[in-house]
């Protein structure tokens, strides 16, 4: 077997080089755990029954499994030593000790202890924390016997907070779960209406003065999503814009990070979508300042920012970057959740798309392929599909298509889709490889560019964003067939 498969060797790989040097200088250098990590990380021997001989050879008589439970729990007690700075594992650090003081009978130093946590975990708005202070509390209280009575009192606005975070959290991983399956919500009446009925839930359309701006964030974030999603930019980015304006009050605050990047993303998606270059190059560079920032502990953030240079490079045809962010991405792609890396493989394959380097891009469409198939994301393979048809029509492999085509339509009638822009993609690609000469061809592309600018702007959002748009590949392509035209005559 290959420790490659394993836990241990995963958290390996995502540490950060500064995290390594601490696990270096902190772990006992005389110990088999240690041995082990020597030989997979600097030795890079990876199949375990040659590691088995290697530690046997150092005396080592312990199995092979205990070396690796023991060595990921160094490394994690190594990693939480590191962030030392994190607020969250400090709080969950000093609850631990409240807990030692009450086993140990320190009624009044743990209470002591626990106000200060309390007070602190209020500043931070860490809500999903409040219920164990509580339980300490009212713990502590029971153990004295002198329960004030106002305890409950102060808790009450935490846990109704609690229950609004609760609900709103369910509303966006519901609304999420939709646009990470389906993207927008034009295709299915059905589900728009699902979630328009979600949005008139009490927590969307209820507010009062007492409210955290943490709740007041998380509606505006689910705005913003709902109106991306019904193809409402200027909603879509205003929602998001008073969201960060927001959040820009508490900088401090623990879900600081989490909430700027996904709001961030929004606003990078809404500029792709609607194909505002304009908005792009004007807020491209501060995007991409606070989300460098971010990146360093975030690595949702990290992938968001892979993501702006990407429509950066599309937008301007300046490829200079991209052996860089190709390069970073595939070294840190196993960190990132499932909706990044989808985003970002087709990301990479549309953008090699823009460099003219259609091979390349073929290969990172198969590496969509595979990973929309493995993560059941149909939307985004048919999408996939339907961009591989337009490359292998640029490449002149016109034997592939037919085949291409009939996987797609079987797709499509599967999931009872409908798509104009691929139907004229099949219709005038036909028309173009039957056409007799140049001149002909001209005329095709001309109609086909013609009858894609006449459909309705949501017909064709897919199709005309920054990061693919056939309207510019049309025209693209007219261009040259003129210049060569000419050059014949």
Same mark, same amino acid.
């Given at each position: ?14 540490? @950060? ?165 389906? @993207? ?67 900088? @401090? ?88 890396? @989808? ?147």
């Amino acid at each position: 077997m290959d420790i490659r498969q394993d836990v241990v060797f995963k958290i390996l790989q995502s540490m @950060t080089e500064k995290e390594e040097k601490f696990f270096v200088k902190s772990a006992r250098k005389n110990t088999f755990y240690f041995n082990l990590y020597t030989l997979v990380k600097k030795k890079n021997i990876f199949d375990q029954k040659r590691l088995i001989k290697e530690l046997e050879k150092a005396g080592c008589k312990q199995p092979l499994h205990k070396l690796k439970s023991y060595l990921k729990t160094e490394i994690i007690q190594s990693l939480i030593d590191y962030n030392n700075d994190n607020v969250e594992i400090n709080v969950l650090k000093q609850l631990s000790e409240i807990k030692v003081l009450i086993l140990k009978g320190l009624y009044d130093e743990a209470t002591n202890t626990l106000q200060t946590v309390k007070a602190f975990v209020i500043e931070k708005g860490l809500f999903h924390i409040m219920p164990a202070i509580y339980e300490m509390d009212y713990k502590l209280g029971s153990l004295k016997m002198d329960i004030d009575p106002k305890v409950f009192v102060d808790y009450k606005q935490c846990f109704e907070d609690n229950l609004v975070n609760y609900r709103l959290d369910y509303i966006y991983y519901y609304i999420k779960d939709i646009n990470f399956r389906i @993207t927008t919500l034009k295709e299915n009446k059905k589900v728009r209406g699902e979630v328009e009925s979600l949005l008139q839930d009490p927590v969307m359309t209820e507010t009062n003065s007492t409210e955290s701006n943490l709740i007041k964030i998380k509606r505006h974030n689910i705005l913003s999503l709902y109106f991306l999603m019904i193809a409402d930019i200027d909603k879509s980015l205003k929602s998001a814009y008073e969201a960060i304006g927001l959040l820009n009050e508490f900088p @401090t605050a623990e879900f600081y990070s989490d909430m700027k990047t996904l709001l961030l993303r929004n606003i990078i998606v809404s500029l792709n979508n609607f194909k505002r270059k304009d908005l792009l190059e004007q807020e491209g560079e501060k995007i991409i300042e606070e989300l460098a920032e971010l990146s360093e502990t975030n690595f949702d953030a990290l992938a968001a920012l892979m993501q702006v240079k990407n429509l950066q490079m599309m937008s301007s045809n300046d490829f200079s970057e991209l052996d860089s962010n190709t390069e970073l991405f595939l070294k840190k792609q196993r960190l990132l959740g499932t909706d990044f890396r @989808t985003m970002l493989l087709m990301n990479f394959a549309l953008l090699f798309m823009k460099k003219g380097d259609f091979e390349t891009a073929l290969d990172w469409l198969e590496k969509v392929f595979r990973f929309c198939k493995k993560h059941e994301q149909p939307y985004k393979l048919l999408g996939a599909r339907v961009i591989s048809y337009w490359v292998h029509f640029r490449l002149g492999n016109y034997r592939i298509l037919e085949s291409l085509q009939l996987s797609i339509k079987r797709q499509m009638a599967g999931y009872e889709m409908t798509s104009e822009p691929y139907n004229y993609m099949v219709k005038y690609t036909r028309q173009y490889i039957q056409a007799y000469d140049t001149s002909e061809q001209i005329e095709v592309l001309e109609k086909w560019k013609k009858s894609f600018n006449e459909l309705p702007f949501t017909d064709k959002m897919h199709f005309n964003v920054i990061s693919f748009s056939f309207s510019d590949y049309l025209e693209e392509m007219i261009e040259n067939h003129t210049a060569a035209k000419v050059k014949t005559l």
